[in-house]
């Protein structure tokens, strides 16, 4: 089953709010990272936390990592019509032989409403 | 400096046919990924390159899928003989450093198998 599952599959906020979204994994990491798509594009990516850390800031974006708990969060603040898109986390598993494969989960579709 | 090139964005095969997809990494990357992604789903990995050399091909299916990266020129993901169920977008990405770095993301090659 995918290393990754995020959640919610779906969220619909208004522009302005906060938007939160959550993503659990199985094994021991060396890094999470979340990424960006927007429809019939490729991926951006957005942030990468490392194992050892516990919080990092972008800009509007705040992620959060709990080992101990195997997951992490992306809060996006005052979100925009433009954020809207998927997002999806992606786990490089420690033990995976160290070639940097990237796990990804299902993705949060996000839509912001003007 | 141009980002992640593939071609073609759009392939359409019939059954038994072969497929070629295209990847250009960015400047001064030496490290490919090849990554499908099905209709609402997240992306799998199929393989991992470096110049001339196959460093992890555990996504890839076992039969009539093969990848190559070149000396010269660009990577090439080959499907002989697709099936239906080979209909997807597939993604190429490119990094500096390989594992542990972010991954730069073309906008991929939606093949359609007719």
């Known amino acids: 089953s995918q290393q990754g599952e995020e959640d919610p599959q779906a969220l619909s906020i208004q522009e302005g709010e906060n938007a939160t979204m959550n993503c659990s994994y199985k094994t021991s990491i060396n890094n999470l990272q979340w990424y960006r798509q927007n429809s019939g594009r490729g991926l951006v990516h957005l942030i990468l936390i490392r194992s050892n850390e516990r919080e990092k800031h972008s800009g509007r974006l705040r992620v959060t990592l709990d080992t101990s708990k195997k997951s992490s969060s992306l809060l996006i603040t005052a979100s925009r019509a433009a954020d809207t898109a998927s997002y999806f986390c992606a786990t490089d598993a420690w033990g995976s032989g160290n070639t940097g494969k990237l796990i990804f989960g299902q993705g949060t579709t996000l839509q912001v409403k003007p | 400096n141009a980002g992640v090139m593939q071609n073609p964005r759009h392939l359409v095969r019939r059954r038994g046919q072969e497929a070629r997809l295209r990847c250009s990494p960015m400047?001064?990357?030496?490290?490919v990924y090849w990554y499908r992604q099905l209709p609402e789903e997240g992306l799998k990995f199929m393989v991992y390159l470096q110049k001339e050399n196959i460093i992890d091909e555990s996504g890839m299916p076992k039969e009539r899928f093969s990848a190559e990266f070149p000396k010269e020129g660009p990577s090439i993901l080959r499907i002989q003989q697709v099936v239906r169920g080979d209909s997807a977008a597939y993604f190429c990405?490119?990094?500096?450093?390989?594992?542990?770095?972010?991954?730069?993301f073309g906008n991929g090659t939606r093949l359609t198998v007719t």
């Open positions: 400047k001064g990357h030496s490290h």
């Open positions: 990405a490119s990094s500096p450093k390989g594992p542990g770095s972010p991954l730069h």
